[in-house]
Each structure stands twice: as structure tokens, then as C-alpha cells.
């Protein structure tokens, strides 16, 4: 059947607020042929110019140029069907369909340049500037590989005035920052960039972060790496989200792996392998073969045997149609480096073999691509894992293997000068143990001893390290048994030791993992779970971690000062284990300072806990700092680098758990962040990810206000369908707990979501949210009572009338929504008269809820009636206590509506 025109318009509302994506696009197209098959043609016009800019968008490319072939016959045959707006997208559409085209090798050279020259016609036929032909002309001859003629438009592009037709004020500069950046003039492409980021005017959503993610390099080898860096975590946030941006990554890899350190290389790493997945969805063929050489250069990079270590995910060649090849699981890095270079030589050759082509310009690019090497840096004292803004000023007072065990370091520490915070003397005394002095105020402290991050464990067999971790104390997370815990966890090691210490070394490891974790299940002992004191007798004789057990118990009963002045002066005494005491010490600090309410200070403490345990390799140890360290960049509001520290604690326990104490506090303060930056997809999926663990714990209660926050997150980020789904969700998993006034609120918020969403609503959603508000009808009479027939007596009268009043003209508002307009002025004016009646309490909500009405009227069309309701509401809002009140500016915005004679 032929779609009526009002049904075409309703599938245009549909496709236009439907989100980026396979969905928009096949409504666009069904737009489309509905709307020639309907002889609508101006609309049919329109649905495949929007077509082409969806197809662009998904990067669909093949696809694309069906619609603007489409477009381009109608504009031969019928150009009086182009009105103003459709010229202007049809401008813009032969930018689309070149980008295309340099995409698709198959496409000739000869056919590329007819498209360009037609543009150039257009453009000239409209009055139009030529720069962005210009612009086009200049990225096609540089695809063709002919520099000279390239050269030549992008001087042409450089003159020309701007149009209206021209890219956005921060897009249209990629072409120079581009040029610079060949030419290797990074100050002139770090200046132009700049430039574009300042200034004012129009801008599309590709911005800034298109110019931010252009800028890493410039600014990195201009001296602004503390720019880039910062532009790298906002950018990187956004397009970790968005399957669409895969293709950009490259820069983001190129930046990580030129900046020559450890940590920026292994966060490259952990990028490469989260979006590979990913990588057949590109579609920019271009931006692929950057990817590869990006991935190949990173692989080449990391450290380890090449020949011996994987890379633990699937390459997926047979899904690449750009260059299927061979899929490879779990492959050695020589392997993985090998296939990325492979691929990114593939394309380079498809490209270069362009039917017409007689240059190897890409096959070059490739070579020159791949020989890129890391900058020259000063290394830094110790890698900064945490990657926050800022430098890392902090004095880690790092030993080698030649020093000797425990040696000082010389200088002064952080704080080199006790000034008090407590009396000086004596801590209470605790237990039996003697107590440990404290220094006079103004007393010159030693300094802090150093630590030797790659110590002796690293090469320990399991009974070496036993045996030192025994000698350390049992109970003590000495650096010997932090190594223990970490091969137990990687399955480097099963055997849990007997007695205390293997007690101590489960329970962390369920405090991390989860008690219910696998990895717990594996162990080859029998331990005892009886309750133990923190005190440990067995220990040796050692100072610094005396002073640690003491710090622990004065923390534990609230003295968080001495404590702190504890674990300060731990630091700084000599131990035969001093990593461990100084990791301990810094945990104490921490605690303590979190709790005092100084979060900058915690902040210190657990970055350089983080960062002595990455350097360390103590990946369970670097992930509870980087709990402690987003806890205090939550407060402190510093809430993007809060989500990304979270993330980083997650990815230390990647391929171990997926829930635990550990991971669900690290998905909170990540959930926080990113809800404090407004990233509605990251806050989505991170509380539906909190929503799961909570359900599996068995807190419904939890679980429902996670899930109820991730529907709200999906639907502010337009995932209408996701959106409904979770409500669906949490109203079972409501029913199932009897929650009721959660029932009530999921059930609010689903019939909200479904009549709201855009586009024409089909019978089947009507008929869905009419049964969920049949059910809200109940309920409502459950909690409040039935509905008096007579008059409203007695107080239980009054709550049940409110609640009739409150579910009417909640649900006039959702049937209107999907164009019941007779039942929704029904509902209506039953709820405004619930409402009168017992207006002695609810006046406001009264008029308020009467003007509502009177404007449904007016825009469905009976004016005098709405006219009439107004009247009501104006004599009681004449009265001089309404004077200034809101209420009287909702009525003077409606008569406004009646004088303007608005719809």
C-alpha cells in the first residue's frame, strides 16, 4: 500500500531523531522509496540527500553512491525541485560522494575527476566560492599521488574566499594543519590549529576533538606535551564510545607511541586490543591502513620476547572486506606486528592500483609510516602510570640493584621538618608494644629511604619467596608476598601456602578478585579461615614494618594524625624489605588523609602508590591505588582524569575478574566522573555494568537504581530502544523484590520513554503503553486507596483523590504524546477536577494542571474552550498573592499564543 503523506512525514520525524547508525539508514532509505513510490518527490529528495550524509557518516561508502547518483539525475531532469535547502545539500553531497570515492580504489581516476569537475560546475552554476573544490580538488590529486597538481589547489583553497558551503570554522583549517604537518613545520601546524580552536563561529560535532586529536603530535613535539596529553584524554573519552570513531584512533596510537614512555606505550596497548573488535566496522579504507601502520609501529614497540609473548586477542582478517586475510587468536607479538604490516602494504597497493593511477604514492607512505620511531625523552624517575594532567613532580627515592639493600637516599623528602599535629613526645601506647617516639617540633627529619622497584622477587622461586615473605611476617604485605599474590592470580603459581599467610593472601585475593572467583577455587591447600590479629609475633625484628603494624592499629581505632606521623617516619627508616614498608606507608597516608577531608594530599600519596606498583609490576596493588587515587580525584571534581584512573584500576584486573569489591568500587568512582562530565554512553554502560554485578550480589535495590540511571543515560544519548529495554528490566527486577514505589517509578519512566520516542508510534507500542498504565491505575489505588464516589471526607479520601489526580493528568500527557488527543483531554479534565476538589491543598498544582488544559485545547483546535479554562485560571491568578508568581508568566505565555494565533 502506497504511504500516505502524513505516514512519510512521521518516518522522516523517526529518521531524523534516530541516532547515527545502521537504524538511521535504512529509514532514511525506506524514506526514500516510500516517498518516489508515493510520488512525493520533493520528499523522496530530501531522504536520499540525507541519505548520502548517513552513509557518510557510517562510513557506508559503496552505499553512498546510489543516493547521489540519485540526486544528481533529479537535479538534470527536474532542477525546479531544488529549492534553496535542497541546493545547499546537494552542495554539500559532492563532498561527500569525493570522500567517498577516494575510498574505493575500484572507482578510476577518470570517473573521480568527472565527479569533481561536476562539482566544480555546480558550485560556479549556484555563484559559489570554489574553495571547497579547491579543497576536494587537492585531497584527490594527493590520493592519485600526483604532489604537483595537489599543490597547486591547496594554493587555490588558501585564496579562495569562504562559503557558505565551506567546512565549519575548526574543519576547514585541517587542510593547512595537514599541509604543515607533511612540510614537518610543527610549530606552524600547532599555530594554525590553535587558531582554529579559538575562533568563533559555526561548528559540527566532529569538533574539536577532530582538530584536538590533529594537534597531539604538533603539540607533543613543540614542547606542550601537557596539552596534548590533556587533549588525548578528553578526545579518547568520547571516541571509546562511538563504534564510528574507530577509525580516528590512529592519531591517538601515533601520539602514545612517539612519546617514547613505558606507560603511554602500554596505555597504547590496552587501546589496540579494547577496539580491535572493532576494526572491521571501519570503513574509511584510508583510516584502516593508518590503524594497521599505527598498531604495527605500537606491537613493534612493547617490550617482552617478540618471538614467544602474544598479544591476547583475535586479529579479525576474515572480517576485514577493505583486505580479508587470515584470523589469528592470541598471536606472538612478531606475529600480530607482522599482520598489521601486512594489511596496512595491502591497502597501500589497492589504493596505488587505482585503474589510471600510474604512482606508488601510498605504498611509500606506508614504508615512511612504519619507520617512525619513538622521540628521544628524558626518561622520567619512574613511568607516571596514574596519567594525570600535569607533571609528576614527585621524588620517588628509587634505588638500583647495585645499592645496597635499604640505603638512604640523600636530600631533603616532601616534608623534611616535623611541625607538629600532634604533641610531640610519645603516641598512646597500644597493646604491649613500646611505644614509638615522636620528634620534636622543628626537628629535621631524615630522609626518605629508597626503594629498588625491580628487587630481588622478581626472580624467586615460589620457596624463596615463601621463606622471605615468612621472615618479612605473615601478616605483613611485604613485596615478597605482594609477588605471591600476583602468581596466584595469574596462574603463575596454584600452591596457596599453610597457616597465617595463606590465610591473609586469600582473603586479598577475594577482596580483589571476588570470593566467588575461579582463581580461588584452584589453590592446592587447605587453609585455615579463623579469625587472626593484625599483630605479627613470627616476624623478624625489623623497624620500619614495627612502626607499619603500629600505624595499622592506631588507624584502626581512629587516630588518623598519629597514624599518618607513623607511617611518615616508617618511610624513612631503613627495613631489610623497603618496598613493601613504603607501599604500606603510602596506603596509611591515604587512608588517613581521605579521611581527614584533604583529598589533594591523598592524591599525592596514591599516585605515587600507583605508580611504584606498575613500575613494580604489582598489578592487584596498582589497581587498589588507583581505587583510592579516583576516590580523591572524585572529590577533588577533577572528575575526567577521576574516570580515566578508574578505568585504568579495571584494566589491572582485566582477564581476572569481572566482579569484586575492588571492581565495583572502581566502577562507582568511574560512574561519578563520568556523570559529572555530562558523558551520557560512557555512564550508560559503566552503570548497567555496576547494575549486573549488584544483581549478582543479590542487592535488587542497588541493581534497580543503577540500571534506573543507565536508562536514563541511554535515553539522553538518544538510545531510545536500549532505553525501554532497561526499564523493562528494572520493572522485573522490581516485581521481583515487591518494591512497589520502584515499580511505580520504572513503570512512570518506561511509558514515558515509549510515548516520547520520536517517530510514528505503531499499534503495538500504543497498545503496550495502555496496558502499563492500566497497571500504574492499580497500583496507584493499592498505595492510595480507592477513589470516593461521593465527597472527600476523611484524610484517606484526600490521598486517594491526589493520587487520582496525579495518574490522570500524568497519563493525558503520554496519550497526547502518541496522538490520543480525545482520551488525553479526558484524562485531563478529570484530573483537573480531582485537583479542585481538593484544591484547599493543592492549589497550584490546580491552575497549574487547568492551564495545561486550556492549551491542549487551543492546540487541538477549540479555542473557546480553551479560552473558557484560561478564564478559570485568571480569576483566582488575579489575586494579588500570585503577584510575581510563576504561574502568572505560564498564563501570559498562553494568551501570547491565543494573540499570535500559534498552533
Not at 557506508?60 to 533529479?74: G, M, Q, R, Y
Not at 553531497?93 to 569533481?116: E, H, M, N, T, W
Not at 598512646?428 to 628487587?455: I, N, S
Not at 492549589?843 to 485545547?857: G, K
Request: proline share 4%; hydrophobic share 40%.
Amino acid at each position: 500500500m502506497t504511504a500516505s503523506h502524513e505516514d512519510l512525514l512521521a518516518l522522516w520525524d523517526e529518521a531524523a531523531n534516530t541516532p547515527t547508525g545502521p537504524g538511521a539508514n535504512q529509514l532514511w532509505a525506506q524514506l526514500a522509496m516510500q516517498a518516489e513510490e508515493a510520488g512525493e518527490e520533493h520528499i523522496a529528495l530530501r531522504a536520499n540527500l540525507s541519505l548520502c550524509h548517513a552513509y557518510l557518516e557510517t562510513e557506508a561508502f559503496a552505499k553512498l553512491l546510489v543516493p547521489f547518483v540519485w540526486c544528481t539525475n533529479k537535479y538534470r531532469e527536474k532542477p525546479e525541485l531544488f529549492d534553496d535547502d535542497s541546493l545547499y545539500l546537494y552542495g554539500w553531497s559532492f563532498k561527500y560522494v569525493l570522500i567517498a570515492v577516494r575510498q574505493l580504489p575500484q572507482i578510476a581516476r577518470q570517473q573521480c575527476l568527472d565527479i569533481l569537475e561536476e562539482m566544480r560546475l555546480f558550485y560556479l552554476q549556484m555563484g559559489e566560492s570554489l574553495r571547497p573544490y579547491y579543497s576536494q580538488a587537492n585531497s584527490l590529486y594527493e590520493n592519485f599521488g600526483e604532489m604537483e597538481m595537489a599543490a597547486g589547489f591547496y594554493e587555490q583553497w588558501k585564496d579562495a574566499p569562504v562559503t557558505r558551503l565551506a567546512d565549519c570554522t575548526a574543519c576547514d583549517p585541517e587542510d593547512e594543519v595537514y599541509y604543515e604537518i607533511d612540510c614537518g613545520d610543527w610549530e606552524a601546524a600547532a599555530r594554525v590549529g590553535d587558531a582554529a580552536l579559538a575562533a568563533e563561529g559555526r561548528r559540527c560535532s566532529n569538533q574539536p576533538n577532530s582538530m584536538l586529536s590533529m594537534l597531539l603530535e604538533p603539540w607533543f613535539r613543540t614542547g606542550r606535551d601537557a596539552e596534548a596529553w590533556a587533549a588525548h584524554l578528553r578526545v579518547y573519552r568520547d571516541y571509546q564510545t562511538r563504534a564510528e570513531k574507530t577509525g580516528s584512533l590512529y592519531q591517538h596510537l601515533d601520539y602514545l607511541y612517539l612519546s617514547g614512555r613505558p606507560e603511554r606505550l602500554e596505555r597504547a596497548r590496552r587501546i589496540l586490543l579494547r577496539h580491535l573488535p572493532r576494526w572491521p566496522q571501519v570503513g574509511r579504507r584510508i583510516s584502516l591502513l593508518r590503524l594497521a601502520c599505527s598498531a604495527a609501529n605500537v606491537v613493534s614497540a612493547l617490550p617482552g620476547d617478540h618471538e614467544r609473548e602474544v598479544l591476547p586477542v583475535t586479529l579479525p582478517g576474515d572480517k576485514l572486506d577493505a583486505a580479508p586475510r587470515q584470523t589469528l587468536t592470541n598471536p606472538t607479538l612478531r606475529q600480530a606486528e607482522e599482520w598489521f604490516t601486512s594489511l596496512a602494504r595491502d591497502i597501500a597497493r589497492q589504493l596505488d592500483g587505482r585503474p589510471g593511477v600510474t604512482r606508488t604514492a601510498w605504498q611509500d607512505s606506508v614504508e615512511r609510516y612504519l619507520a617512525r620511531r619513538p622521540l628521544a625523552q628524558e626518561a622520567p624517575q619512574i613511568p607516571d602510570a596514574s596519567g594525570l594532567l600535569g607533571e609528576d613532580a614527585i621524588d620517588y627515592r628509587l634505588s638500583g640493584p647495585e645499592d645496597s639493600a635499604g640505603g638512604a637516599v640523600a636530600g631533603p623528602a616532601a616534608q623534611d621538618r616535623y611541625s607538629g599535629g600532634t604533641e610531640p613526645g610519645t603516641p598512646p601506647r597500644v597493646g604491649d608494644e613500646a611505644p614509638t617516639p615522636l620528634p620534636a617540633q622543628g626537628t629535621a627529619l631524615p630522609p626518605v629511604v629508597a626503594v629498588d622497584v625491580r628487587g630481588p622477587w622478581r626472580d624467586m622461586d615460589y620457596a624463596q619467596l615463601l621463606a622471605r615473605a615468612e621472615e618479612v611476617g605473615a601478616v605483613r604485605r611485604s613485596a615478597y608476598a605482594v609477588e605471591l599474590m600476583e602468581r596466584l592470580a595469574y596462574g603463575r603459581e596454584n600452591r596457596l601456602p599453610k597457616g597465617e599467610l595463606g590465610v591473609r593472601l586469600r582473603g586479598r585475593l577475594g577482596a580483589a578478585l571476588g570470593e566467588d572467583n575461579a582463581i580461588l577455587t584452584c589453590f592446592d591447600s587447605d587453609v585455615s579461615t579463623a579469625p587472626t590479629s593484625r599483630v605479627d609475633h613470627t616476624g623478624e625484628d625489623d623497624a620500619a614494618w614495627a612502626v607499619i603494624d603500629q600505624a595499622w592499629r592506631l588507624c584502626d581505632q581512629g587516630q588518623d594524625a598519629e597514624a599518618a606521623l607513623l607511617a611518615d617516619g616508617a618511610m624513612r627508616t631503613v627495613s631489610s624489605e623497603q618496598l613493601g614498608v613504603r607501599l604500606e606507608a603510602l596506603l596509611v597516608l591515604t587512608v588517613t588523609s581521605v579521611r581527614a577531608g584533604f583529598s589533594a594530599a591523598a592524591l599525592d600519596y596514591a599516585r605515587q602508590g600507583l605508580n611504584l606498583c606498575a613500575a613494580a609490576g604489582f598489578n592487584l596493588r596498582a589497581a587498589a591505588f588507583a581505587e583510592a587515587l579516583s576516590a580523591a580525584l572524585v572529590n577533588l571534581r577533577r572528575n575526567l582524569e577521576a574516570a580515566e584512573v578508574a578505568q585504568l584500576g579495571i584494566g589491572y584486573l582485566e582477564g581476572l575478574t569481572t566482579a569484586s569489591p575492588l571492581v565495583e568500587a572502581l566502577l562507582r568512582h568511574m560512574l561519578a566522573g563520568l556523570n559529572a562530565i555530562a558523558d551520557e554512553r560512557g555512564a550508560a554502560e559503566t552503570a548497567i555494568r555496576l547494575g549486573d554485578l549488584r544483581e549478582l550480589a543479590g542487592d535488587v535495590d542497588e541493581a534497580i537504581n543503577c540500571f534506573g540511571s543507565a536508562a536514563n543515560s541511554l535515553r539522553s544519548s538518544d538510545q531510545h530502544s536500549r532505553a525501554i529495554a532497561t526499564w523493562a528490566h528494572v520493572i522485573r527486577l522490581a516485581e521481583s523484590a515487591q518494591n512497589t514505589k520502584a515499580l511505580i517509578d520504572a513503570l512512570w519512566e518506561r511509558a514515558d520513554v515509549l510515548a516520547f520516542r520520536p517517530g510514528k508510534h505503531a499499534d503495538e507500542d500504543i497498545a503496550e503503553l495502555e496496558a502499563m498504565l492500566d497497571r500504574l491505575h492499580e497500583l496507584f489505588a493499592q498505595v492510595a486507596g480507592s477513589v470516593p464516589t461521593g465527597e472527600l471526607v476523611t484524610d484517606s479520601d484526600y490521598v486517594a483523590a491526589q493520587g487520582e489526580a496525579v495518574w490522570c493528568t500524568r497519563a493525558a500527557r503520554l496519550y497526547w504524546a502518541v496522538g490520543r488527543i480525545r482520551t488525553a483531554l479526558d484524562l485531563q479534565e478529570a484530573g483537573v477536577e480531582w485537583y479542585r476538589r481538593i484544591a484547599v491543598d493543592f492549589e497550584e498544582s490546580y491552575l497549574r494542571q487547568l492551564l495545561i488544559l486550556a492549551n491542549m485545547y487551543r492546540m487541538e483546535g477549540s479555542v473557546e474552550t480553551a479560552r473558557e479554562k484560561a478564564a478559570l485560571a485568571s480569576r483566582i491568578l488575579d489575586d494579588e498573592r500570585f503577584e510575581g508568581h510563576e504561574l502568572r508568566g505560564m498564563y501570559r505565555s498562553l494568551m501570547d499564543r491565543f494573540e499570535d494565533g500559534q498552533p
